[in-house]
């Protein structure tokens, strides 16, 4: 009888990812749309969730769609801790609003 053989999908940019937000850090570097920012605020929602002292939201995205940065900006000014913003690179259009 053969044992099961798992297999996890996890590579580098993943667990890169998860020490990122035990860190505290977020990291928005795409388009803005409705999908990056359901996945950037469900990642706020986690690091929220542990307890930090401070989040750190790296942003290098060449802006979007302006809605769902409404919808960011204002989850991430209602944040209970404080969310330190820093440009890396550039922050277009709806990202600079971010």
Known sequence: ????????DFDLN???E?????????????IVDDYTISDLLD???Y?????????TLEIMSPGGDVYPA???????RSCPVPVIGVVQGYAASAAAMI
């Open 43 to 45: 990642h706020l929602r």
């Open 14 to 16: 993943d667990m890169l």
């Open 70 to 76: 409404f919808a960011a900006y204002d989850v991430i």
């Open 18 to 30: 998860f020490q990122r937000l035990q860190d505290g850090i977020l990291r928005l570097d795409c």
């Open 1 to 8: 009888m053969q044992g099961v053989i798992y297999s996890y």
């Open 47 to 55: 690091v929220v969730a542990q307890k930090p002292t401070q989040i």
